[in-house]
């Protein structure tokens, strides 16, 4: 193994995570992650289109993840995503205990409660598995590019990004969540898995000129970034 496949931070510029913007748009990323996977247990349906409620703000994850990327590497990115399943993790938890909890006389909704709670369950391991999958990816590909180009060409980053990571992410996704929204058809499974692809994938390249926008301000603003070579 070469240096530079050991270590795909060393040659490009980063910034160092210890400032007021990381921590910021790591707490945004967590919270994308667990709004999505709550909404993820609806299955929906627009006509012959079939997704989940997840498809509101899941595509936005994959752009604070290139934010993440392009600004402070593949090794800062990774630690946001774990960060963010953690939290998952930590809120499944707490939903499972709250379901035996003793429950008060007049609360009558412990059986749609815990149809919840199963479904959020199956759905976290699915986008623990996708999403440290596809994160990885996306991470991976940008720190990649941009090693070769530089400062340059940041478009190419970002959409060969999108389009590896939001693959591998819904491949994976899709093959053990599909059940949890009631999926039980290779149709619908293969819409599923082909429509939310297309679709998140769509999101990021119409989200391109704001990510533009909100790397060129950080990399201005975080007095770190020209510092680390």
């Known amino acids: 193994m070469t240096e530079q496949t050991a270590d ?67 090794r800062a990115a990774r630690r946001a995503i774990f960060a963010g399943f953690a939290m998952n993790i930590l809120a499944a938890l707490a939903f499972w205990i709250t379901i035996y909890l003793p429950a008060a006389d007049f609360y009558t909704n412990q059986e749609h409660f815990e149809n919840i709670v199963h479904a959020y369950t ?55 969540a599909s059940s949890a929204i009631g999926i039980s058809t290779f149709r619908d499974f293969a819409l599923y898995t082909g429509q939310g692809w297309l679709y998140k994938t769509a999101v990021e390249v119409v989200m391109l000129p704001v990510t533009y926008r909100v790397i060129a301000y950080i990399k201005r603003r975080e007095p770190t970034y020209q510092l680390v070579g």
């Open 8 to 74: 795909p931070d060393e040659h490009a510029t980063f910034a160092r995570v210890g400032s007021a913007y990381y921590p910021i748009l790591v707490a945004v990323f967590t919270a994308l992650v667990i709004i999505s996977n709550v909404t993820a247990t609806k299955g929906v349906a627009f006509g012959p289109i079939i997704t989940d409620g997840g498809f509101i703000v899941f595509p936005l994850t994959y752009v604070i993840g290139d934010v993440l990327s392009e600004v402070y590497g593949f």
């Open 122 to 176: 199956q759905l976290i391991i699915a986008g623990l598995a996708g999403f440290i999958v596809g994160q990885t990816i996306n991470a991976w590909v940008v720190v990649a590019i941009k090693e070769r180009t530089k400062e340059k060409h940041l478009w190419a980053r970002l959409v060969g990004s999108t389009f590896a990571g939001q693959l591998g992410d819904t491949l994976v996704f899709c093959a053990i």
